[in-house]
């Protein structure tokens, strides 16, 4: 999923797979991101882009990491 839009949309599928899984125990499935969600994958847009394109794609908790934030800008 790092550098692949198709294999990007396999993870989110199989994220919320998962995610549907521990919301049966009364668990939340939590996602933290890294800097390479800040490479660009596909139509000039980085794999954040398109995150933020599929807004509630991901059934789950966001975690952002505001230092990734800025390793992954420059």
């Not at 599928?13 to 995610?19: K, L, V």
């Not at 995150?51 to 952002?64: E, R, T």
């Amino acid at each position: 999923a790092r550098e692949d839009y198709d294999e990007l949309m396999k993870f989110i599928d199989e994220f919320n797979a998962a995610a549907d899984k521990y919301k049966e125990y009364g668990m939340k499935l939590t996602y933290h991101n890294h800097s390479f969600e800040f490479r660009k994958i596909k139509d000039n847009k980085t794999l954040m882009d398109h995150l933020g394109d599929l807004s509630g794609a991901l059934i789950g908790i966001y975690i952002v990491d505001l230092q990734y934030f800025h390793v992954g800008s420059h």
